[in-house]
């Protein structure tokens, strides 16, 4: 079963709009770990942001933000001010820890490819 | 710049040949990954090193054989892969295996097979 979707393959934003990029996840788990990345076209994946299961608040840093919905299980990541850098591909990735085998793994949604237009 | 450099940016081999990828990362992390990421897909994990001992095979092919020689290094070697193997394959490191700790990627290597 998939563990994290992201049902937008695409975007398009205008420069100094807010966006929001969709993730669900799912996990039986109750301690986990959300985390954003972005891809550029050159290949290197950046760490963006990173929620807790435990976190009561939503995660900032900087423009980013992370609509953390437990119980809905989403995670959302809002981009204000998009400025033309943020055309990228966007990863939404959870990280479990698997009791049976002791193993921590990291899993990946599908990406969303936001275009940022002038 | 990224913290985590991997050389080289683009490979181009035969399927007989031998090379290896190189990953090297200076900021005491102590867990480190390699990943392939064929276009268009999010990053597949192959092997994760904790304290440079190997944690994780993703039943990954014999002809992939990671060697991780210290803390700051991890190698990819390389020996009669196939046309499929093309991919991107990055590199992470983290500060250790606790859910908290994202992994920090490199650029990665663009690897194409004849």
């Known amino acids: 079963a998939q563990k994290i979707t992201q049902t937008q393959p695409g975007m398009f934003v205008q420069e100094k709009e807010a966006v929001t990029l969709d993730c669900t996840y799912d996990t039986s788990d109750q301690s986990y770990g959300l985390f954003w990345y972005k891809q550029p076209s050159s290949g290197e994946m950046i760490f963006l942001i990173y929620?807790?299961?435990?976190?009561?608040q939503n995660a900032t840093e900087g423009r980013y933000s992370l609509n953390f919905q437990k119980a809905r299980k989403s995670a959302n990541l809002v981009i204000s001010a998009s400025q033309l850098g943020d055309s990228a591909m966007y990863f939404c990735?959870?990280?479990?820890?698997?009791?049976?085998?002791?193993?921590?793994?990291?899993?990946f949604g599908s990406g969303t490819r936001l275009q940022v237009q002038p | 710049d990224t913290e985590v450099t991997q050389t080289p940016k683009h490979l181009v081999m035969g399927m007989t040949n031998k090379k290896s990828l190189k990953c090297e990362q200076h900021?005491?992390?102590?867990?480190m990954y390699w990943y392939k990421q064929k276009a268009k897909k999010p990053p597949e994990l192959m092997f994760v090193?904790?304290?440079?001992?190997?944690?994780i095979n993703e039943s990954v092919p014999s002809r992939f054989s990671p060697e991780c020689p210290n803390s700051s290094l991890l190698n990819l070697h390389l020996h009669a892969l196939q046309p499929e193997d093309s991919a991107l394959y990055l590199c992470a490191s983290s500060q250790g295996w606790d859910s908290n700790q994202p992994q920090h990627f490199g650029d990665g290597t663009r690897l194409s097979i004849l």
């Open positions: 090193y904790s304290y440079e001992k190997l944690s």
């Open positions: 929620q807790g299961s435990y976190d009561e």
């Open positions: 990735a959870m990280r479990e820890f698997y009791l049976d085998t002791g193993r921590r793994a990291l899993t």
């Open positions: 900021m005491g992390h102590r867990a």
